[in-house]
Structures are given as structure tokens and as C-alpha cells.
């Protein structure tokens, strides 16, 4: 199992998720599986998805990008600069991107 923590100041999380079509990031710290990143950045990302969430529809759930490096240049979480955190809603299975995944390794 993998644990994902992002500390970020509440208010400016807030006006993020409330202006989540201007795809700006702010500063967060992330720790994964107890590694901790500081000052990472952190935006809503997707496009239809977005559009989706932002606009009241049928979710909530936003899904993020987070770029490691964003305000540190060079930064990484064990080697790696970006990640993205997708919110699923095109995929009621949850298979989708595990099984592309999957392929990957083959």
C-alpha cells in the first residue's frame, strides 16, 4: 500500500481548488510512504476531467499534479521529478491505468 500525505496551507489550497481551471500551483509538502519532499508544487490537472469537477458536476474528486522540483529546481522523491494523482471518475473499475500499467512491464 502506498501512503500519500500533502500538507499545504489550507487557504491557499482552497482558492487552488476554487480557480482549478487557471492550473496554478502552490507550494505543499508531500510525503510518501514516510519520504517527505519540501516545498513541492501541487495543481489540479486533467482537461475534460477537470472542466467536469470545476464546473459542479456529477464529482468532486479533482485529480493533481505535483512537480517535485517545481520551486527547488532539481528536487526529486527518489529520483522521481513529477506524479500525477488521477481521480478515476472515466473509470468506474479502477482497471484502466493499472492494466496499461501492467502492459508496460511485459
Same mark, same amino acid.
Given at each position: 500500500m502506498?501512503?500519500?500525505?500533502?500538507?499545504?496551507?489550507?487557504?491557499?489550497f482552497?482558492?487552488?481548488?476554487?480557480n482549478?481551471?487557471?492550473?496554478?500551483y502552490?507550494?505543499?509538502?508531500?510525503?510518501?510512504?514516510?519520504?517527505?519532499?519540501?516545498?513541492?508544487?501541487?495543481?489540479? $490537472?486533467?482537461?475534460?476531467?477537470?472542466?467536469?469537477?470545476?464546473?459542479?458536476?456529477s464529482?468532486?474528486?479533482?485529480?493533481?499534479?505535483?512537480?517535485?522540483?517545481?520551486?527547488?529546481?532539481?528536487?526529486?522523491?527518489?529520483?522521481?521529478? $513529477?506524479?500525477?494523482?488521477?481521480?478515476?471518475?472515466?473509470?468506474?473499475?479502477?482497471? $484502466?491505468?493499472?492494466?496499461?500499467?501492467?502492459?508496460? $512491464?511485459?
Amino acid at each position: 500500500m502506498i501512503k500519500i500525505n500533502i500538507d499545504a496551507d489550507e487557504d491557499a489550497f482552497r482558492s487552488m481548488l476554487d480557480n482549478a481551471t487557471q492550473e496554478e500551483y502552490i507550494n505543499c509538502d508531500v510525503t510518501i510512504n514516510g519520504v517527505t519532499v519540501n516545498e513541492a508544487g501541487i495543481r489540479p $490537472k486533467g482537461n475534460s476531467s477537470l472542466n467536469m469537477v470545476a464546473s459542479g458536476g456529477s464529482s468532486d474528486r479533482f485529480s493533481f499534479k505535483i512537480e517535485f522540483d517545481h520551486f527547488i529546481k532539481g528536487q526529486t522523491l527518489l529520483g522521481l521529478d $513529477k506524479l500525477a494523482l488521477n481521480n478515476m471518475t472515466g473509470d468506474a473499475t479502477y482497471m $484502466k491505468e493499472y492494466l496499461s500499467y501492467e502492459g508496460r $512491464k511485459a
